[in-house]
């Protein structure tokens, strides 16, 4: 369930702004996220959707400056952590060390692989813990432990002494959930943090996650393909696509009444609980645009069921404000004006 | 458009692509193993000179239009030996791994196929039990039984090379019976005779094939250090080998006696083994690390 | 019992196995060698009698079983036998020679490690960079350039012309030991170079690996930094694997120390090997192949064992979810 919230001003803790990333790589320049813009404020759950490739995780990614250059180029944007630019920082200076992880973490999908399999737990944590804490090894092994109670993964005893393969799947990733806890994270961003994991599991990983949010008071940002993750756990959803922010708005209303017709289009290919047993599901024709040669013009153009002349020559469409929420769209955009 | 011109292009001519992409050290690799076939083969014809022919008032010639590396001491020209020596190391070469490798991935498969049994046993602490000998010495060793000659060099020089093709192909049969490919193999009733020999063995080829080419490499150095020490190819036969060592007493006064082979045996073996690091990527980059 | 001892236990067996047909093996050679080996080895102009009396002192004359009986019981009692050709107990003879061969090949095993695992890293972590080129071009050609051309032109040059280093000969450090260290320069370097070049090679594949790997990600997402990274966890990663390659060096540095032993007139077990080879003294020959099999694979049992110590997933694998 989203979290409560009083009402009025809330403080803004992540701004991102036009951010474009690009791959370099021997066929030519990748376009990933071209002109990306949200926010994530204090205590909040947002949530990031779009097919695979649509360019989140490397929004993430870029946030913490984690993205591998070469071959990748964070190209133009802006990170306003608390209204500090992250990007201006130099990527292994120790200040931007010091926000990995600690104001910002992000929590990966491969809860299988994400753990070093050779060292233990503990110390895995505790070097984390003392990364960023001056603490003694018996303090940061307590912290550890802390951590992983409030993961869900309390023992007895706690696992610091274990290593990772002799972990299930679940457990594997509430201890990287853990990770973040014992930091201190203020920002958590989980990156399809459900993905590899069985149903039960999923809501599980889900639930522990939230408590915390709610315990800490942090904010957390959850990209998935998931709608129905989405649905029942955030505040605020964007929709991505093609390396850009086509929709947005708050969760009841992008999902009762969605605008774009790509978020539509999403919509329709899910099944519902309460759908007809006879209806068929809708996929949406066509194959997302190859980001190799990023298109002048509306990159849905190819796909869109509502697609005009204007569509293909206009430009890129910004996001307006549209009903209650914000749609990147020539033709309602233009709807709206008249 | 690129797509389906891509997809016309027949499998060969996509593996030479592939083959040749890593630029142009395998292409100079490719060039110089070309350039001693040629020579081994054309040799012969070309020269005038017998490499074993004496000639004192000729000896140790300078290099000259004459003789284009000079003679030795014993006035016999140092090209024509170096096209012979190249004759004898690449044809015992190639057949020493050629043999170890039909006898090497037949036990492979026997022993990896029937595996628990006391065939895998045996044929597996053997392998064991030989390649904890260094490979010169296991080759002295077999020579002592087999005697001497070129067929009996190149059995010798081969029965070294038969572990590795034994534990490679072993590794990869472990690997693919245990795969759901094969499982379906045997679910769908297909003959065990069938499974080896179309599925068990076309997969294991492309390693093998990695392996020979580096395997090439280290019989030319193996065969060229024997006939150093005075073991395998004998004076007064030409092998680069021999050549190295009879070079050795001049190299103040003609250094290329010595040089020229050296260079010789150094440019063949860099050139295999860079070709079968470039075979294996094209074939399987999953391999790198393993082999 | 754990893992760690059943892991254990199953490679002393396989060890075992091995060393017992090694020692089939041995006592075949001279058994099945063809000729007539006794007078290969006492000399083909000896009287009726002595090769009688020699072939019955080798227990040859008795029936096969028993003969194994015999040569395995002797062995089980450290005794090597005797050899007809150099007329002294084998014992002796390698007990002479061990130290020498020691003394350049332990060097030259410590060095291969440490420089392979040095370079290997740096070349890794400075992936692209000049040094990384010229150490990959170093690797290439170690493998290409032969040993014996390399230890002629290295004697000449060193040697003969400079005039730095002592060309042949060897003499022991307990005797004197800047000469030692003299002599032994070129051999242990020759000796060192191949595996070295495959220790650099494996380590630097590995790390390459290991680098891109998702757990070395989740370090930096925490901001752990780069340093400790590469030197803390991904060379420790990557090592693991490095163990078996240094166990597979072992034949070579053994094969090393035969062919530098020869060019060098370095007395050891290296040059034993050739010289018996020449005398056809199979007596040597057969405990000489019995003797480095047995180094082997106990050298390899050892760094099994240091594996699966190192390796928690060995250690306690199936100490299950």
Known sequence: MPVERTSGEKERLLEVKDLHVSFFTPAGEVHAVNGVSYHVDKEEVVAIVGESGCGKSVTQMSVIQLIQTPPGKIMSGEVLFEGKDLLKLDRNSKEMRGYRGSEISMIFQEPMTSLNPIFTIGKQMTDIIRTHQNVSKKEAVEIAVKALAAGGVSG???????????????????????????????????????????????????????????????????????LGLVSRYADRIYVMYAGRVIESGTTEELLVHPQHPYTKGLLNSVPKLDDDKNSELEPIDGTPPNLLEYPEHCAFAPRCPMVCEQCRTQGQPELRHVAGHYVACHVIGEEVQK | MTGKRTKEQSAAVQFIRRFFSRGIIVKAATAIVLLFIIGMILGPVITPYDPNAINLREFLSEPS???????????????????????????????????????????????AYWQGSIWETLIMRYVDFQMSLPAMLITIIAG??????????????????????????????????????????????????????????????PSAIVMFAMNLGKAVMLESTLSFLGIGIQAPQASWGTMVSDGYEYIFRRPVLCLAPGICITLLVISFNIIGDSLRDTLDPRLRGRI | MNSLTRYIIKRILISLLVIVLAGVFAFCVIRFVPGDPIRAMIGSDADEAAVEAARRSLNLDKPILTQMQLWFGNLLKGNLGRSLVLNDSIN?????????????????????????????????????????????????GTNGVPIFWL???????????????????????????????????????????QPLAAVARQVRTNML?????????????????????????????????????????????????????????????????????????????????????????????????????????????????
């Open chain 3, 151 to 193: 230890a002629i032109l290295m004697m000449n040059f060193f040697g003969t012309r400079l005039g730095w280093l002592p060309v042949l000969g060897y003499v022991k450090p307990s005797e004197d030991l800047g000469q030692w260290f003299l002599h032994a320069v070129m051999p242990v370097a020759l000796i060192s170079l």
């Open chain 2, 144 to 205: 002592l039984f087999l005697g001497y000659g070129l067929v009996a060099l190149i059995i010798a020089m081969g029965i070294g090379y038969i572990p590795s093709y034994i534990r490679l192909i072993y590794s990869v049969v472990i690997q693919l019976k245990e795969s759901d490919y094969v499982v379906a193999l045997r679910l769908a009733n297909v003959k065990s005779f069938q499974i080896i020999f179309r599925h068990l063995l076309l997969n294991s080829i």
């Open chain 1, 156 to 226: 007895p005893p706690a696992p610091v002494k274990n290593y990772p393969f002799e972990l299930s799947g679940g457990m594997r990733q509430r201890v990287l959930i853990a990770f973040s806890v014992a930091c201190h994270a203020r920002l958590i961003i989980a990156d399809e943090p459900t993905t590899a994991l069985d149903v039960t599991t999923q809501a599980q990983v889900m639930e522990v996650l939230l408590g915390i949010v709610r315990t800490y008071k942090s904010s957390l940002v959850v990209v998935t393909h998931n």
């Open chain 2, 65 to 111: 239009w004459k003789h284009w590396l000079g003679t030795d001491v014993q006035g016999r020209d140092v090209m024509t030996r170096i096209m012979y020596g190249a004759r004898v190391s690449m044809v015992a070469c190639f057949f020493a791994c050629l043999g170890s490798a039909v006898v090497g991935i037949a036990l492979g498969l026997i022993a």
């Open chain 3, 209 to 321: 690996e290991v680098i891109g790997q998702d757990y070395i990600r989740t370090a930096r997402a925490y901001g752990v930094s780069e340093t400790r990274i590469k030197y803390e966890y991904a060379l420790r990663n990557a090592l693991i694997p490095v163990i078996t390659v240094v166990a597979l060096q072992v034949p070579t540095i053994i094969g090393g120390s035969m062919l530098i032993e020869v060019c060098f007139s370095i007395a050891g077990m290296g040059r034993l090997i050739m010289t018996s080879v020449s005398n056809t003294d199979y007596l040597v020959i057969q405990a000489l192949v019995l003797f480095i099999s047995v180094v082997v694979v106990l050298c390899n049992l050892l760094l099994d064992i240091v594996y699966g110590l190192i390796d928690p997933r060995i250690r306690l694998s199936s100490g299950g979810k």
């Open chain 3, 92 to 140: 002796n003879i390698f007990a002479a020679r061990i130290p020498t061969t020691l003394s350049l090949s332990i060097p030259a095993f410590t060095i291969a490690i440490i420089f392979g695992i040095f370079f290997g890293t740096v070349c890794a972590t400075h992936r692209g960079s000049m040094i990384d080129q010229i150490l990959t071009v170093y690797i290439a």
